[in-house]
């Protein structure tokens, strides 16, 4: 029969069974058995992807800085041009680069401070005519960045000559040049955390908590699929979130030519990303892919791979200049916008349900 | 009324039983509304959300902005009230209504263990709990040795009916056949120390779990009855409800289910909790004379017999609705929720909704962030009744803020135990037309598969 010590002493332990339980760290174990080992997963990201995507545009952005030197000794169209040209160089390369908003990346707000758009040049001028601003504020994240560089490149003036021009101005030159270096100290300072610290937690953390490395990788690369690229680069310029198109909200504005490109890198490497390729090679490795088939899910993978090629399809359609596209046909931008969107529900809703992340938000009991 | 009835509602027991549940029950509501306060969610469901999910005919339930917190003392101290005995028929009356108000606020938070308490609270209010073990018994220096059986019959009921229909809905061939959702939550909690990369991810294990769970909630309330398997029963119990603990986050449900099995002990395991309790408060209560009833009698008993055969009948009913629908239950939600559904799919979804003037076809997207917590985004993405409750909502905001001809569609796909998403909602209805009701949603799209079983 039982007696109510027992009863109690059960009750104990079992208490203490759970509160041991649920203290458990995000650190997984090191030694994976013949399960599926998502440390694998993070270092090939890391190593293979995050780490030689930021140190590309790092090198990339100190030749962005090379070229602005020299254009800024000897203002003159060949080295505008060339300018130009690293500027594009740096700007593909960080299509690579802004999904990875993690650690320092995110402490930082690094890609508000990169990539907001489009620019004000209301408070590019403004600040170009005090002389005194800081570029960090988050009031001066529409304008700093590569759509406040693609304003100063190719929107300040009416014409290439008129541009030259410009830059005989002490205070403008001044500007483009502490925004390609603040650029290029920001993207320095985020490789150097990966390098000589984060990556070491980063790859640790394949816990299925709420903070955990895997979990908010996770949940950021849908989010940056969704935001950054679906809605920053299609969506919102194409008028789906408000009344009206607004074509003057197109990535590149100012250059008008890049948007299609920018876009095209973007979703490469969002596929990239997810099928595990290196950054720098052809070589693949653990990835969401491989992680989704260990878990039996061929059918979302192949619906997946169908949906990302329907999607790049849809772009190669879309003028180089999203701008024309949006007032001249703007069918074609909603078609390109459905297609990313079918890519967002395979990943927010069938990808996440697979892996059954710990989401951060959500916090309460469940059923 | 037949003699065999009549007899058995006259049938008398030991208090002692019903006494300890209440007291046990008393302090974990208690110790739960202090949880929810502590962990911040007082706050976080029910002040910041600027718009709250009612249930149908509820809408009038809302939060109480700051004097939500208010509710959360009243319940929590009429819980303390219903643990010391003290005043108990009032104090498990305010208990019942102050937690029923608040599960009615949002149905975001809707849970299948809340509506449990809730129902044994409203149990309880006919139910003499005070006779023994409460402050009462000192107040009006009367105690009663026994009580009718059927009261303490109705609390294991009401348990039985929980475990049994939980274990009568996994009698699907998603979770028989598939393993799922079990397939996909067990392989997520591969941190677990020991088992985690070891057991979780193996198919015979997500089978062997859907299947021992499914016999464990059909078997467990007869196993409990009887007096030969009841010890080993609560074994299984307490194993069964420590593990979901561990895998599931699912606060304190595990603790009732486990503290609410002891009731079906005998008298004489209760009677030395009561021992062991009052020797610790002897010095305090043994100035007070207590003159001990053979028996309670109830004033109303014809009433109170009837009320709760009606709620028991009721409640064996209800869970059966969903087979007035039409549509797959899981798809559909028709009559899932109040049903003892518990832990049986796993469902996301993601529900775009589109603003369109009806006459000129402009139209834009909803960033759901504007209106809706995450947490609320996430469940109304899945659920009919949230998407058109939803879709009202917005239809108004925009109608308010000036625009013509409002007309609310939405894009809505969801993923069913780990099937691929597929269109939800038909979006070429106009969601601000159609009206909540007890009806079949015909702006549901069909399921893609067929889900067999109860």
Same mark, same amino acid.
């Given at each position: ?22 203290? @458990? ?16 997963? $993070? ?44 500027? $594009? ?165 100012? @250059? !008008? ?9 973007? $979703? ?20 969401? !892919? ?23 399809? !849809? ?26 969107? !079918? ?25 | ?118 129902? /044994? ?13 409460? *402050? ?16 303490? %019959?109705? &609390? ?43 057991? /979780? ?12 769970? /499914? ?26 409800? *420590? ?35 009052? +020797? ?61 559904? &518990? ?12 603003? *369109?003037?009806?006459?000129?076809? %402009? ?6 962030? +504007? ?34 001809? &409002? ?18 909602? +038909?979006?070429? &209805? ?19 598969? +067929?889900?067999?079983?109860?």
């Amino acid at each position: 029969m039982f007696t109510l010590r027992k009863v109690v002493l059960a009750l104990i332990v079992v208490s203490l069974y759970t509160a041991c339980s649920s203290s @458990s760290s995000d650190d997984g174990s090191s030694e994976n058995k013949d399960s599926y080992d998502r440390g694998d997963l $993070l270092v090939n990201l890391a190593d293979n992807m995050i780490i030689p995507a930021y140190q590309d545009l790092n090198t990339s952005l100190k030749s962005l800085k090379a070229d602005k030197d020299a254009f800024v000794a000897s203002p003159d169209q060949a080295h505008l041009d060339a300018l130009r040209t690293s500027w $594009l160089a740096s700007y593909k390369v960080w299509q690579s680069v802004e999904m990875f908003n993690i650690g320092k990346a995110e402490s930082l707000l690094y890609g508000f401070q990169m990539n907001v758009y489009p620019t004000s040049v209301q408070e590019v001028e403004a600040n170009i005519a005090s002389g005194s601003y800081d570029l960090t504020h988050p009031n001066n994240n529409d304008a700093v960045g590569f759509p406040a560089v693609d304003y100063l490149l190719f929107g300040v003036a009416a014409d290439d000559v008129a541009i030259v021009n410009v830059y005989n101005d002490a205070k403008y030159t001044k500007y483009l040049s502490d925004l390609i270096d603040q650029m290029q100290a920001l993207t320095e300072t985020v490789l150097n955390d990966w390098t000589s610290s984060y990556r070491d937690v980063f790859v640790s953390e394949t816990g299925n908590t709420a903070t955990s490395a895997l979990n908010k990788f996770t949940n950021d690369y849908v989010f940056y699929f969704e935001k950054g690229l679906r809605a920053n680069k299609i969506g919102i310029p194409a008028g789906n979130f408000s009344s009206t198109p607004l074509p003057e909200k197109v990535e590149g504005f100012y @250059s !008008k030519v890049y948007s299609k490109i920018l876009a095209l890198d973007a $979703l490469n490497a969002s596929q990239n990303v997810f099928n595990g390729k290196a950054y720098a090679t052809s070589a693949t490795g653990e990835s969401f !892919k491989t992680y989704l088939l260990f878990l039996d899910r061929q059918d979302l993978v192949t619906q997946l791979e169908t949906q990302f090629e329907e999607a790049r399809e !849809k772009l190669n359609m879309l003028n180089d200049d999203f701008y024309t596209q949006v007032t001249t046909d703007n069918t074609k931008m909603t078609e390109a916008y459905d297609a990313l969107q !079918k890519i967002v529900v395979l990943l927010k809703v069938d990808m996440l349900q697979a892996f059954n992340i710990s989401v951060d938000y959500v916090d309460a009991d469940g059923d | 009324m037949p003699i065999t009835l009549r007899s058995y509602i006259n049938r008398k027991t030991n208090a002692a039983p019903l006494a300890v549940f209440r007291m046990l029950f008393g302090f974990m509501m208690c110790y739960g509304m202090i949880r929810f306060w502590y962990h911040g969610w007082i706050e976080t469901l029910y002040i910041q959300p600027k718009f709250h999910f009612s249930y149908y005919g509820f809408e009038w339930v809302k939060p109480l902005g700051n004097y939500t917190y208010l509710l959360f003392v009243i319940c929590g101290l009429s819980a303390f009230f219903v643990a010391l005995g003290l005043k108990y028929r009032m104090a498990i009356i305010i208990f019942f209504l102050s937690f029923t108000y608040i599960e009615l606020m949002d149905k975001t938070t809707y849970l299948n263990h809340y509506y449990f308490i809730s129902l /044994m609270a409203f149990l309880m209010i006919f139910l003499p709990a005070n006779a023994q073990l409460s *402050v009462d018994n000192l107040l009006r220096k009367k105690a009663y040795q026994n009580i009718p059986q059927w009261t303490i %019959d109705s &609390v294991k009921l009401l348990l039985g009916i929980v475990y049994f229909y939980a274990g009568l809905a996994k009698l699907n061939s998603d979770w028989l056949f598939r393993a799922m959702p079990l397939k996909i939550w067990l392989p997520s909690k591969y941190d677990l120390p020991l088992i985690g990369d070891t057991l /979780m991810h193996q198919t015979w294990f997500q089978y062997a779990m859907s299947w021992s769970g /499914m016999l464990y909630d059909l078997a467990i309330p007869f196993l409990l009855l009887y007096k030969r398997t009841r010890g080993f029963a609560f074994v299984l119990v307490v194993i069964f409800h *420590v593990f979901t603990r561990v895998l599931f986050p699912i606060g304190m449900f595990p603790f009732v289910m486990i503290v609410s099995a002891l009731i079906f002990f005998d008298a004489s395991f209760h009677k030395k909790i009561i021992r062991f309790i009052k +020797d610790i408060f002897q010095g305090f209560t043994s100035k007070i004379a207590i003159r001990t009833e053979p028996c309670y009698r109830y004033t109303f008993k014809k009433p109170i017999v009837l009320i709760i055969g009606l709620f028991f009948v009721f409640q064996l009913a209800f869970p059966f609705r969903y087979l007035l629908y039409p549509n797959e239950l899981f798809w559909t939600e028709e009559g899932y929720r109040f049903s003892w559904r &518990v832990m049986l799919m796993e469902k996301m979804g993601m529900s775009t909704f589109k603003i *369109v003037n009806g006459k000129t076809g %402009d139209f834009f997207y909803v960033d759901n962030a +504007d209106f809706l917590t995450p947490f609320q985004e996430k469940q109304m993405s899945f659920q009919p009744d949230f998407i058109l409750e939803y879709a009202h909502y917005l239809g108004d905001h925009f109608t308010s803020q000036g625009h013509k001809n &409002v007309q609310v569609f939405v894009e809505s796909y969801v993923a069913l135990n780990g099937r691929l998403s597929q269109p939800y909602i +038909d979006k070429t &209805v106009d969601l601000y037309q159609e009206k909540e009701s007890f009806k079949p949603k015909h702006w549901i799209l069909p399921f893609n598969d +067929d889900i067999k079983g109860l």
